[in-house]
Protein backbone atom coordinates (compact mmCIF):
# COMPACT_ATOMS: atom_id res chain seq x y z
CA UNK A 1 0.00 0.00 0.00
CA UNK A 2 1.27 3.24 -0.95
CA UNK A 3 1.55 6.39 1.09
CA UNK A 4 -1.17 7.99 -0.43
CA UNK A 5 -3.22 5.01 -0.13
CA UNK A 6 -2.84 4.58 3.60
CA UNK A 7 -3.60 8.37 3.91
CA UNK A 8 -6.78 7.85 2.54
CA UNK A 9 -7.65 4.70 3.86
CA UNK A 10 -6.70 6.70 7.48
CA UNK A 11 -9.12 9.09 6.33
CA UNK A 12 -11.91 6.85 5.22
CA UNK A 13 -11.48 4.74 8.98
CA UNK A 14 -11.47 7.86 11.00
CA UNK A 15 -14.67 9.42 9.61
CA UNK A 16 -16.26 5.93 9.62
CA UNK A 17 -15.27 5.88 13.51
CA UNK A 18 -15.88 9.02 14.50
CA UNK A 19 -19.56 9.02 12.55
CA UNK A 20 -21.88 8.97 15.50
CA UNK A 21 -19.58 12.03 17.53
CA UNK A 22 -20.03 14.05 14.05
CA UNK A 23 -23.98 12.91 13.66
CA UNK A 24 -24.39 14.36 17.40
CA UNK A 25 -22.30 17.60 16.85
CA UNK A 26 -23.93 18.29 13.64
CA UNK A 27 -27.06 18.04 16.02
CA UNK A 28 -25.97 20.28 18.80
CA UNK A 29 -24.66 23.08 15.84
CA UNK A 30 -28.25 22.84 14.49
CA UNK A 31 -29.30 23.83 17.75
CA UNK A 32 -27.04 26.38 18.54
CA UNK A 33 -27.86 28.19 14.92
CA UNK A 34 -31.34 28.27 16.05
CA UNK A 35 -30.90 29.42 19.21
CA UNK A 36 -28.94 31.96 18.10
CA UNK A 37 -31.36 33.22 15.73
CA UNK A 38 -33.86 33.35 18.01
CA UNK A 39 -32.21 35.43 20.09
CA UNK A 40 -30.91 37.95 17.07
CA UNK A 41 -34.67 37.98 15.85
CA UNK A 42 -36.56 38.39 19.23
CA UNK A 43 -38.04 41.90 19.95
CA UNK A 44 -38.52 44.13 22.99
CA UNK A 45 -40.46 42.09 25.61
CA UNK A 46 -43.74 43.73 26.59
CA UNK A 47 -44.48 44.94 30.04
CA UNK A 48 -47.16 43.46 32.30
CA UNK A 49 -47.02 45.56 35.30
CA UNK A 50 -48.14 48.65 35.05
CA UNK A 51 -48.42 49.94 38.90
CA UNK A 52 -44.57 49.88 39.52
CA UNK A 53 -43.14 53.65 39.47
CA UNK A 54 -41.26 54.42 36.09
CA UNK A 55 -38.40 55.43 38.51
CA UNK A 56 -34.94 53.15 38.92
CA UNK A 57 -32.37 54.93 39.97
CA UNK A 58 -32.28 55.87 43.46
CA UNK A 59 -29.60 58.05 44.70
CA UNK A 60 -30.47 59.20 47.82
CA UNK A 61 -26.60 59.02 48.93
CA UNK A 62 -26.09 61.68 46.07
CA UNK A 63 -22.76 59.27 44.47
CA UNK A 64 -23.92 59.86 41.00
CA UNK A 65 -24.19 63.07 38.90
CA UNK A 66 -27.51 64.49 37.20
CA UNK A 67 -25.96 63.07 33.80
CA UNK A 68 -24.99 59.77 35.38
CA UNK A 69 -28.24 58.83 37.02
CA UNK A 70 -29.76 59.66 33.44
CA UNK A 71 -27.38 57.27 31.26
CA UNK A 72 -28.02 55.10 33.54
CA UNK A 73 -31.98 55.24 33.21
CA UNK A 74 -31.43 54.87 29.88
CA UNK A 75 -29.18 51.61 30.25
CA UNK A 76 -32.21 49.88 32.47
CA UNK A 77 -34.68 50.84 30.20
CA UNK A 78 -32.96 48.90 26.79
CA UNK A 79 -31.88 45.80 29.28
CA UNK A 80 -35.39 45.76 30.70
CA UNK A 81 -37.00 45.52 27.24
CA UNK A 82 -34.71 42.47 26.20
CA UNK A 83 -34.93 40.26 29.03
CA UNK A 84 -38.37 41.09 30.92
CA UNK A 85 -37.33 41.69 34.11
CA UNK A 86 -37.36 45.34 36.58
CA UNK A 87 -33.33 46.67 37.19
CA UNK A 88 -33.59 49.24 39.86
CA UNK A 89 -30.77 51.08 41.82
CA UNK A 90 -30.55 52.20 45.36
CA UNK A 91 -28.18 54.12 47.32
CA UNK A 92 -28.57 55.31 51.19
CA UNK A 93 -26.51 56.62 53.71
CA UNK A 94 -27.80 55.18 57.09
CA UNK A 95 -26.73 53.39 60.15
CA UNK A 96 -27.32 49.95 59.96
CA UNK A 97 -24.86 48.24 62.29
CA UNK A 98 -21.02 47.91 63.33
CA UNK A 99 -21.49 43.95 62.71
CA UNK A 100 -20.98 43.00 59.18
CA UNK A 101 -23.44 40.19 59.69
CA UNK A 102 -26.38 42.31 61.11
CA UNK A 103 -26.08 45.06 58.79
CA UNK A 104 -26.12 42.80 55.79
CA UNK A 105 -29.45 41.59 57.54
CA UNK A 106 -30.99 44.49 57.90
CA UNK A 107 -30.04 46.05 54.58
CA UNK A 108 -31.77 43.03 53.00
CA UNK A 109 -34.87 43.64 54.18
CA UNK A 110 -34.42 46.91 53.40
CA UNK A 111 -33.94 45.93 49.91
CA UNK A 112 -36.70 43.29 49.99
CA UNK A 113 -39.15 46.35 51.47
CA UNK A 114 -38.11 48.72 49.14
CA UNK A 115 -38.87 46.12 46.30
CA UNK A 116 -42.16 45.03 47.34
CA UNK A 117 -43.52 48.67 48.58
CA UNK A 118 -43.00 50.05 45.58
CA UNK A 119 -44.94 46.87 43.40
CA UNK A 120 -41.58 46.46 41.18
CA UNK A 121 -41.71 43.17 39.10
CA UNK A 122 -41.65 43.41 34.75
CA UNK A 123 -44.34 40.95 33.96
CA UNK A 124 -46.24 41.35 37.40
CA UNK A 125 -46.34 43.26 40.75
CA UNK A 126 -43.64 41.29 42.69
CA UNK A 127 -42.45 39.47 39.79
CA UNK A 128 -39.47 39.38 37.87
CA UNK A 129 -36.58 41.96 38.59
CA UNK A 130 -33.37 42.82 40.96
CA UNK A 131 -32.82 45.52 43.26
CA UNK A 132 -29.52 46.74 44.07
CA UNK A 133 -28.94 48.44 47.69
CA UNK A 134 -26.04 50.21 48.16
CA UNK A 135 -24.72 51.72 51.66
CA UNK A 136 -23.07 54.62 51.67
CA UNK A 137 -22.69 55.21 55.21
CA UNK A 138 -19.09 55.95 56.73
CA UNK A 139 -17.69 53.06 58.13
CA UNK A 140 -20.37 50.57 57.27
CA UNK A 141 -20.44 50.53 53.95
CA UNK A 142 -22.43 47.23 52.36
CA UNK A 143 -24.18 46.43 49.08
CA UNK A 144 -27.33 43.61 49.12
CA UNK A 145 -28.23 42.73 45.88
CA UNK A 146 -32.12 41.28 45.85
CA UNK A 147 -33.78 39.10 43.36
CA UNK A 148 -37.05 38.42 43.06
CA UNK A 149 -39.22 35.98 40.00
CA UNK A 150 -37.36 34.72 37.04
CA UNK A 151 -34.20 36.51 38.44
CA UNK A 152 -34.23 34.82 41.78
CA UNK A 153 -35.57 31.19 40.04
CA UNK A 154 -32.27 31.73 37.41
CA UNK A 155 -29.73 32.97 40.25
CA UNK A 156 -27.38 30.75 41.57
CA UNK A 157 -25.23 31.68 44.67
CA UNK A 158 -22.59 31.76 42.62
CA UNK A 159 -24.21 34.01 39.96
CA UNK A 160 -25.07 36.44 42.72
CA UNK A 161 -21.27 36.65 43.77
CA UNK A 162 -20.50 37.34 40.30
CA UNK A 163 -22.94 40.60 40.24
CA UNK A 164 -21.24 41.67 43.38
CA UNK A 165 -18.10 41.24 41.88
CA UNK A 166 -18.55 43.16 39.05
CA UNK A 167 -19.77 45.80 41.33
CA UNK A 168 -16.85 45.69 43.66
CA UNK A 169 -14.47 45.71 40.98
CA UNK A 170 -15.17 49.59 40.79
CA UNK A 171 -17.40 50.51 43.79
CA UNK A 172 -14.36 52.74 45.33
CA UNK A 173 -13.56 54.62 42.58
CA UNK A 174 -16.02 54.74 40.08
CA UNK A 175 -19.94 54.18 41.37
CA UNK A 176 -21.05 54.92 37.96
CA UNK A 177 -19.29 52.58 36.65
CA UNK A 178 -19.83 50.04 39.23
CA UNK A 179 -23.63 50.63 38.72
CA UNK A 180 -23.52 49.95 35.28
CA UNK A 181 -21.59 46.86 35.84
CA UNK A 182 -24.67 45.82 38.05
CA UNK A 183 -27.59 46.31 35.39
CA UNK A 184 -24.96 44.35 32.59
CA UNK A 185 -24.11 41.71 34.67
CA UNK A 186 -27.50 40.75 35.28
CA UNK A 187 -28.55 41.41 32.29
CA UNK A 188 -25.89 38.87 30.09
CA UNK A 189 -27.00 35.98 32.78
CA UNK A 190 -30.38 36.44 32.41
CA UNK A 191 -30.37 36.47 28.53
CA UNK A 192 -27.64 33.48 28.66
CA UNK A 193 -24.89 35.90 27.22
CA UNK A 194 -21.65 33.84 27.34
CA UNK A 195 -23.35 30.70 27.70
CA UNK A 196 -22.56 29.44 24.19
CA UNK A 197 -19.57 31.36 23.79
CA UNK A 198 -17.32 28.72 23.56
CA UNK A 199 -19.63 26.24 21.92
CA UNK A 200 -19.07 27.14 17.94
CA UNK A 201 -15.11 26.46 18.87
CA UNK A 202 -15.60 23.04 20.24
CA UNK A 203 -17.72 22.00 17.29
CA UNK A 204 -14.58 22.34 15.43
CA UNK A 205 -12.02 21.49 17.79
CA UNK A 206 -13.37 18.22 19.37
CA UNK A 207 -13.41 16.38 15.89
CA UNK A 208 -9.75 17.71 14.33
CA UNK A 209 -8.43 16.73 17.99
CA UNK A 210 -9.65 13.31 17.82
CA UNK A 211 -8.33 13.06 14.15
CA UNK A 212 -4.92 14.42 14.73
CA UNK A 213 -4.87 11.92 17.51
CA UNK A 214 -6.36 8.93 15.16
CA UNK A 215 -3.64 9.88 12.77
CA UNK A 216 -0.70 10.79 15.12
CA UNK A 217 -1.19 6.71 15.93
CA UNK A 218 -1.44 5.43 12.68
CA UNK A 219 1.29 7.31 11.83
CA UNK A 220 3.71 6.60 14.49
CA UNK A 221 3.09 2.48 13.67
CA UNK A 222 1.49 2.14 10.72
CA UNK A 223 2.15 -1.59 10.19
CA UNK A 224 1.85 -4.61 12.99
CA UNK A 225 5.71 -5.23 14.52
CA UNK A 226 6.53 -8.59 14.22
CA UNK A 227 6.97 -10.37 17.07
CA UNK A 228 7.63 -13.96 15.94
CA UNK A 229 9.74 -15.35 13.69
CA UNK A 230 9.82 -18.91 11.34
CA UNK A 231 12.14 -20.52 14.43
CA UNK A 232 10.32 -19.02 17.31
CA UNK A 233 8.95 -22.12 17.45
CA UNK A 234 11.17 -24.70 16.46
CA UNK A 235 14.13 -25.93 18.05
CA UNK A 236 16.51 -28.61 17.06
CA UNK A 237 14.66 -28.84 13.78
CA UNK A 238 11.48 -29.50 16.08
CA UNK A 239 8.26 -28.09 17.15
CA UNK A 240 9.00 -26.59 20.60
CA UNK A 241 5.62 -26.37 22.90
CA UNK A 242 6.09 -24.36 25.71
CA UNK A 243 4.05 -25.03 28.43
CA UNK A 244 3.38 -22.45 31.37
CA UNK A 245 1.54 -23.17 34.41
CA UNK A 246 0.84 -22.14 38.19
CA UNK A 247 0.83 -24.14 40.84
CA UNK A 248 -1.24 -23.27 43.92
CA UNK A 249 1.12 -22.97 47.18
CA UNK A 250 -1.31 -22.51 49.55
CA UNK A 251 -4.58 -21.52 50.49
CA UNK A 252 -5.79 -19.05 53.13
CA UNK A 253 -8.78 -17.74 53.72
CA UNK A 254 -9.54 -14.29 55.55
CA UNK A 255 -13.27 -12.59 56.45
CA UNK A 256 -13.19 -9.36 57.29
CA UNK A 257 -16.50 -7.18 58.39
CA UNK A 258 -17.12 -4.18 56.17
CA UNK A 259 -19.28 -1.26 57.91
CA UNK A 260 -22.33 0.02 56.55
CA UNK A 261 -22.65 3.10 55.78
CA UNK A 262 -25.23 5.21 56.88
CA UNK A 263 -26.81 8.26 54.79
CA UNK A 264 -27.14 11.25 56.28
CA UNK A 265 -30.48 13.02 55.48
CA UNK A 266 -30.20 16.47 53.94
CA UNK A 267 -32.22 18.97 51.56
CA UNK A 268 -31.56 20.29 48.63
CA UNK A 269 -32.46 23.70 47.03
CA UNK A 270 -32.94 25.03 43.42
CA UNK A 271 -31.85 28.45 42.15
CA UNK A 272 -32.34 31.56 43.80
CA UNK A 273 -28.91 31.90 46.48
CA UNK A 274 -29.78 32.88 49.72
CA UNK A 275 -33.62 32.19 49.20
CA UNK A 276 -35.21 33.96 52.04
CA UNK A 277 -39.32 35.24 52.50
CA UNK A 278 -39.60 39.04 53.10
CA UNK A 279 -41.65 40.83 55.75
CA UNK A 280 -44.33 40.99 53.15
CA UNK A 281 -44.41 37.48 52.17
CA UNK A 282 -42.81 37.65 48.78
CA UNK A 283 -39.48 35.26 48.19
CA UNK A 284 -36.93 36.77 47.54
CA UNK A 285 -33.33 35.69 46.49
CA UNK A 286 -29.50 37.48 47.13
CA UNK A 287 -26.81 38.27 48.91
CA UNK A 288 -24.46 40.61 50.28
CA UNK A 289 -21.31 41.92 51.18
CA UNK A 290 -19.69 44.75 53.32
CA UNK A 291 -16.29 47.15 52.30
Known amino acids: MTEKEWKSESLRQYFKYFRFWFLALGILLVIFVGFLVV ?13 AP ?13 EEEEKLRQLIAGKEAKIGCDLVLVTTKEEIGERPSAREKVLRDMADDFYDDNLFGFDAVHGSGALLMDNWYEG ?10 AVYKKFSSRDIDDVL ?40 VV ?42 MRKMVTK ?12 GGSGGGGGHTSSGGVSHGGGGRSR
Open 39 to 51: RLTAGDKERQNTS
Open 54 to 66: EERVYDYAEVLTA
Open 140 to 149: QMSTWLSTCG
Open 165 to 204: DAVYAYIETDPYRAYCAYVDTVADKMSGKGSFRFFPILIL
Open 207 to 248: PIAAMLVFVAGKLKNPIGKETVSPGTYVVGGRPAIRVQADQL
Open 256 to 267: RRIPRVESSGGS
